[in-house]
């Protein structure tokens, strides 16, 4: 589709910026090394491309793109992995030999030497897809086909090691047995485009399926991965203790005794451990898929990520070509009850929760919200549908404080419990602070569901109606919604619950007008009675 002029002179005059930027920047590190000013450099050409490489030769130009990173030793050592000890090189020296001396903010589609590897998302092989390519080591950085970096949010830690010295910039991770030890097989939603454009449905299987392309020195990461463990949850010991939670010996098990101080097992009763299949899935955005999930031009989301970000990755605007990105937010896990096997099969009964991060409620307890106590009754619901021969799914996203943060969150607390703490003016709190009530979009979140091969739900639990008309508009229905018990609602928390069924989501019992919100209360500070 070719780009309109309006959009080349922005394009070009962001160019311009970055120029101007870029050219004070080097004044300054001049100005701290001692060295002369460089020339100033002409306006930016037509030809975004010489823009940054004018009156440059080829063979300057290819060399100020590379950064010697594989030249730099870690902190205390000459070339090798030992750890750090006392630092061989100033800061200074280090610097130069891990960035190049001049700032390189972005680069171009037709620059020299760039050939990004050919990447078609939603083909029907791994080798016509072919892998997500993001690393900046010389190895890989002129076949990049991918922005951004691996990890998401923890990338940050990632240069601060090396910035230290702790991590060498060029080490190549072993993959020896890290493949996955459960089985989640490629589904027909992994080949349409359309289906999964938040993450890389080939993230758990790269060091197979694109083995030949990692040992030709690219470097490509997985951005999923698989694993088995037991889950221990107190709430889960009690359950069992009550016996509303059922023993099988196979889904969940009696845990290991506790030991007295003489070695010996205690008699004490040590609860239970639940077994399930889990995977940590790391965001994979494929643009022009996510842009169409918003209903959004793809130059728009491109120049909204970079500009309301501070400018965080110039490439969204100059290399249109690429259509990958992987953003430096949080992850999801996926936690499976049973076989998953059943996840795709129609005949088996689904029970499903889609839970967003509460660190307050699901880890610390907090009673001023219903998060833990929804979070552990599916967990019981997702665990009954096995024991009863189906198939129970947890994901949890990482959208802490409905993907406003967690000061947001706290500020909020701080403003419904100076103000009067009621139903009625609990999402006008977060509007008046945040501008919106709610940024966690769930557009993108069926995404998970299609990479399972879940073709139906069951049971859903969950009250919200914006995650199940994401979920049924992505193609899936779901059959029964089962919002939380009433007895399972911290008293604190019904000032919640009463909000979110007055504004519209689903509720099997108790109904709630905007006249009674008055009526609904939350505990002050200063009140210690529980």
């Known amino acids: 589709m070719p780009t309109s002029d309006a959009v080349l002179t922005q394009i070009l005059a962001q160019l311009e910026a970055m120029q101007v930027s870029q050219q004070a920047m080097q004044a300054k590190l001049d100005a701290l090394t001692g060295k002369p000013s460089s020339p100033p450099v002409e306006s930016p050409p037509t030809s975004p491309a010489s823009a940054h490489f004018a009156n440059k030769p080829e063979e300057q130009a290819e060399k100020e793109l590379v950064s010697p990173l594989d030249k730099v030793p870690l902190a205390g050592t000459s070339s090798g992995p030992s750890p750090p000890q006392k630092s061989m090189l100033s800061d200074k020296e280090r610097e130069k030999l891990l960035y190049p001396g001049r700032v390189n903010l972005t680069t171009y589609p037709d620059q020299h030497g760039i050939k990004p590897y050919p990447l078609r998302w939603g083909a029907a092989t791994p080798e016509e897809r072919g892998p997500v390519v993001c690393s900046r080591l010389s190895s890989s950085l002129k076949q990049r086909n991918a922005l951004g970096a691996h ?33 989640f097989p490629p589904q027909p939603s992994w080949f349409d485009p359309k289906k999964i454009v938040s993450f890389d449905p080939w993230g758990h299987l790269v060091q197979t399926v694109f083995k030949k392309q990692m040992d030709s020195e690219l470097d490509i990461r997985p951005s999923i991965a698989v694993t088995k463990a037991h889950l221990k949850m107190s709430e889960l010991d009690e359950a069992a203790r009550k016996g509303t939670l059922a023993v099988d010996g196979e889904l969940v098990m009696r845990s290991r005794p506790l030991k ?11 609860g239970v451990e639940v077994t399930v299949s889990k995977a940590a899935v790391e965001p994979v955005w494929y643009l022009p898929g996510v842009a169409e999930r918003f209903g959004i031009s793809e130059g728009l989301l491109r120049r909204a990520l970079f500009e309301d970000t501070g400018g965080m990755y110039p490439e969204l605007v100059t290399r249109p070509d690429i259509k990958v990105f992987l953003p430096p937010i949080g992850n999801l896990t996926v936690y499976v009850f049973g076989n998953p096997e059943y996840l795709s099969d129609e005949s088996k009964v689904l029970t499903l929760r889609v839970h967003d991060e509460c660190n307050g409620s699901d880890v610390f307890g907090s009673d001023i919200c219903t998060c833990k106590p929804y979070l552990v009754y599916a967990i019981e619901e997702c665990i009954r549908g096995v024991q ?32 009067g703490d009621s139903a009625d003016r609990y999402f006008k709190s977060t509007e008046m602070i945040a501008g919106v009530k709610d940024m966690r979009f769930q557009a993108l979140m069926p995404d998970v569901l299609h990479w399972l091969g879940i073709k139906k739900i069951d049971r859903m639990v969950s009250m919200s109606d914006m995650k199940y008309d994401a979920i049924v508009k992505s193609g899936i229905p779901i059959l ?4 939380i018990p009433d007895h399972l609602i911290p008293p604190d928390s019904r000032v919640e619950i009463d909000a979110k069924i007055a504004a519209g989501y689903f509720s099997s019992g108790k109904k709630v007008t905007e006249a009674d919100l008055v009526k609904t209360v939350g505990r002050a500070w200063e009140e210690t009675e529980h």
Do not use: C, Q
């Open 151 to 183: 990890s998401g949010s923890y990338s940050i830690y990632r240069a601060l090691s090396i910035a230290m010295g702790s991590l060498s910039p060029t080490h190549k991770p072993d993959y020896t047995m890290t493949e996955p030890p459960v089985n």
């Open 260 to 270: 007295n101080e003489d070695g010996t097992d205690s008699t004490e009763d040590n």
């Open 480 to 483: 029964t919604r089962y919002d």
């Open 388 to 419: 009863a021969g189906g198939v129970g799914v947890v994901v949890y996203f990482r959208k802490e404080g409905r993907a406003l943060g967690e000061v947001t969150k706290y500020l909020v607390y701080n403003l419904r419990k100076r103000g």
